[in-house]
């Protein structure tokens, strides 16, 4: 089936500028996550989301971020007034049930760059 | 607060070798370890996963070696091949965490030579 999907695959802000990153979790997957991945670095957690409720959110950086999920479903991270240290790979996880959030499977990524 | 730490950075193995790459974890609170494989310009892939009431966890040719005593658990790839190329990143989940917040390793690029 088809596994997560994220779009716009590169950005390319200048700074200032608001961005708005989609996530297409897999059909049914309960749990959503959002990590954010510098350039040779792991993934590090920025928020999740079970069904539309957002229960997590201690990994965003800034008043500046902001994610949601209005439907339970499709999830948009949101960076308002884009900075330099923004710039980074914006991935999305999602997983079946909160029983099992554990086992995540990831998109493919945004590319962010702020200019 | 790096709260994962895998090792090494950098792996070059030959084609039909064995890879290995550790990791070490203080916080006794995690208690789900996967390993998740990435190829440039992909997300990455859920390889692998151990809890700690097992030692040992083998899915073909990969093995997660579990030590709970020393915090340190290992990815070992038998017969690895080219296409095994990749980041590797070790991760810990938090055990009592209402959410599914994956800490991830500082990664290790591997690479297999033909």
């Known amino acids: 089936g088809a596994g997560v999907s994220q779009s716009p695959r590169y950005k390319v802000a200048k700074r200032g500028q608001d961005v708005a990153l989609r996530c297409d979790p897999i059909s049914g997957h309960v749990s959503l996550f959002w990590y954010q991945q510098a350039l040779g670095q792991g993934p590090e957690f920025l928020t999740y989301f079970q069904n539309e409720a957002q229960l997590d959110k201690s990994g965003l950086p800034s008043d500046r971020f902001f994610a949601e999920r209005p439907e339970g479903s499709v999830s948009t991270l949101k960076i308002q007034r884009t900075q330099q240290e923004d710039s980074a790979v914006y991935l999305c996880?999602?997983?079946?049930?909160?029983?099992?959030?554990?086992?995540?499977?990831f998109g493919p990524g945004t590319r962010l760059t702020v200019t | 607060q790096q709260q994962v730490k895998q090792s090494p950075q950098s792996l070059i193995v030959q084609k039909g070798g064995i890879s290995i790459i550790n990791c070490a974890y203080e916080?006794?609170?995690?208690?789900?370890f996967p390993w998740y494989q990435q190829f440039p310009g992909k997300g990455p892939a859920l390889l692998i996963a151990?809890?700690?009431?097992?030692s040992e966890k083998k899915e073909g040719r990969f093995t997660i070696s579990f030590n709970k005593s020393a915090k340190q658990f290992s990815l070992h790839i038998m017969d690895s091949q080219p296409g095994d190329s990749a980041t590797y990143f070790c991760a810990a989940n938090h055990g009592s965490s209402n959410t599914g917040k994956l800490i991830f390793g500082q990664g290790t690029t591997l690479q297999v030579k033909p």
């Open positions: 916080n006794t609170a995690f208690d789900y």
């Open positions: 996880a999602s997983s079946w049930t909160s029983g099992r959030k554990y086992e995540q499977y």
């Open positions: 151990i809890r700690p009431d097992v």
